[in-house]
């Protein structure tokens, strides 16, 4: 995409040398004004990230977590809430100084690109298990068996799971530039999403499971503790302390699940950053200058330029950062975050009212293949509906659980292609020097196309030998180390690489070293009480 480069002094500005070729210089483009009649303008980044991010932590785990523990735990998706905005703001503050998403950025720092695309890749192993297109294709296996799945309908998910895959990349296909598809189907999910389970809420869910679900967002401290008989039950942290003089020891059966229900809780993972792919391509700040992936059918006039373009930070610049800057808070405090949170407390509410009512509730075993359905097998056997109500409600719970897992199947395919595109098109020496800036296409889809089949192998790994709930689970808890570390990683890429007028605060900062201890914290917990052992007694010859 062209841009109005110039010759810049070093009274203008002082850019650091990096690991890739310093940026272009422009100015940055004049925000338009935050307001009703810019709407379209500016709706895009916060929405789809909160379609693509209501996905496994809000239908799979945030039911499965209030089942056992009533709302006393949603406290974990408040804090892991809060450290992602703090994440997704420190994304955008990069791209909208350089165009780049975050991923250029981590290429930029030494020891180099060579090192952390190797290092990338092994955080990214969570994408490459296709957990939410597995719990999709148990949805419809649902449907067509008028029953929930089990373990004896195993081969008969996987071939539905091979579908579900294929079916979720051909949206990706059309749309000019790939981000406006995406922008579309998430726009559609939300919609779909929260207005049915706020329908159900609202006439269906009693006063009381409302104020148990949100009143559990503010309930900082409460632990699952061993109740004496077999089972858990919910006490505070602090209120036991004071009560009692000691710590309560919090009961560590369910701590994966725990884990993965802060991993899936927002964001997680590199889902994350690829908001700042997003801001990119939605041409907010300097990613005017840039451009966007162009899509396979009707993107010919789109291009994506190899690196950025940055901005000297003269007064009127200056300015208008404030004005993109808004954009960010804006799209963050106002609709990430509340979409969020609505995400997670409204399938909830479902779940608390009618999860009991199904026989999984007590089938731990087929939990395992029909985890995404308890809330629709719970509205099919209530007493208080009719047979043909029931029935209804069987039918749209689960056509509404298929808007939750497929599109965010589809959106870990496009955010991976995206990821490893971006890596590509901007790290690799060849590929800046021989491919012209309208041929970014053809990266983008090579890679979609190989990681389309490196998924069906591992869905028929996994389908194998594992069940659903184990995909989504290994998937979580690898993604709060990748959480983790690359927080930590674009603090100090924007301590560094950027102006110091445009710096994050020290508030900024220490949130995203809170969110770096967080997810850290939680997958040394997992790692110490569910692989450790295995380790131990593979290594002893158990």
Not at 329 to 355: H, K, N, R, Y
Request: aromatic letters at 12%; hydrophobic letters at 45%.
């Amino acid at each position: 995409m062209a841009s109005e480069n110039r010759p810049v002094s070093d009274a203008e500005t002082s850019i650091p040398r990096t690991c890739l070729p310093t940026w272009s210089i422009a100015d940055l483009p004049k925000p338009s004004p935050l307001g009703l009649h810019n709407w379209k303008g500016f709706i895009g980044p916060g929405i789809v990230m909160c379609g693509i991010q209501i996905g496994g932590g809000e239908w799979l785990f945030g039911p499965e977590i209030t089942v056992r523990y009533g709302g006393g735990l949603m406290w974990i998706a408040t804090i892991a809430i809060i450290l992602q905005v703090f994440y997704n703001l420190e994304a955008g503050r990069y791209t909208l100084y350089t165009g780049e998403p975050i991923f250029t950025g981590f290429m930029r720092t030494r020891p180099g690109p060579s090192f952390w695309v190797v290092f990338i890749l092994l955080l990214n192993f969570g994408a490459l298990i296709p957990g939410l297109s597995t719990h999709g294709a148990a949805i419809v296996a649902s449907l067509l068996l008028d029953r929930p799945p089990g373990p004896e309908d195993k081969a008969f998910v996987t071939y539905l799971s091979y579908g579900a895959l294929l079916l979720v990349t051909l949206p990706i296909l059309i749309g000019g530039k790939i981000y406006n598809m995406v922008q579309v189907v998430m726009t559609i999910k939300v919609i779909v999403v929260l207005g049915f389970c706020l329908v159900m809420g609202v006439f269906f869910v009693s006063p009381e499971n409302w104020a148990n679900v949100f009143s559990g967002f503010l309930k900082f401290g409460n632990v699952p503790v061993a109740d004496g008989q077999g089972g858990e039950e919910v006490v505070n942290l602090f209120g036991a302390y004071l009560s009692d003089g000691q710590w309560p020891v919090i009961a560590m059966g369910n701590i994966a699940v725990l884990g993965a229900f802060a991993g899936f809780a927002g964001g997680g993972g590199l889902s994350n950053s690829v908001y700042s792919n997003m801001v990119r391509d939605k041409g907010w700040g300097m990613g005017s200058h840039v451009g966007a992936i162009a899509s396979a059918i009707g993107g010919r006039k789109i291009s994506l330029s190899h690196l950025g373009s940055v901005f000297p930070t003269t007064p009127e610049n200056m300015s208008r950062w404030r004005g993109w800057w808004r954009y960010l808070i804006t799209d963050q405090l106002f609709i990430w975050a509340p979409g969020c949170v609505m995400g997670m407390a409204l399938p909830a509410l479902i779940s608390i009212e009618f999860s009991e009512f199904s026989p999984l509730y007590n089938q731990t075993d087929r939990l395992d293949w029909a985890q995404a359905v308890i809330s629709a097998d719970g509205l099919r056997h209530a007493p208080q509906f009719s047979q043909t109500t029931a029935r209804i409600f069987w039918v749209v719970t689960l056509f509404v659980g298929m808007m939750v897992l497929l599109p965010s199947q589809m959106s870990i395919v496009e955010a991976f292609s995206r990821r490893w595109t971006d890596i590509i098109w901007s790290a690799n020496r060849r590929v800046r020097s021989s491919m012209a800036d309208d041929q970014v296409h053809y990266v983008y889809y090579s890679i979609l196309g190989c990681y389309v089949v490196w998924t069906f192998f591992c869905a028929y790994l996994f389908n194998t030998y594992g069940t659903p709930k184990l995909m989504v689970l290994v998937v979580a808890n690898l993604n709060n180390i990748a959480l983790a570390v690359t927080a930590f990683h674009l603090l100090w890429i924007n301590r560094t690489l950027l102006p110091e007028p445009l710096r994050p605060r020290w508030y900024s900062q220490l949130g995203l070293l809170a969110c770096t201890v967080l997810y850290l914290g939680l997958s040394g917990v997992v790692f110490h009480q569910k692989q450790l052992p295995l380790i131990r007694e593979w290594l002893s010859g158990g």
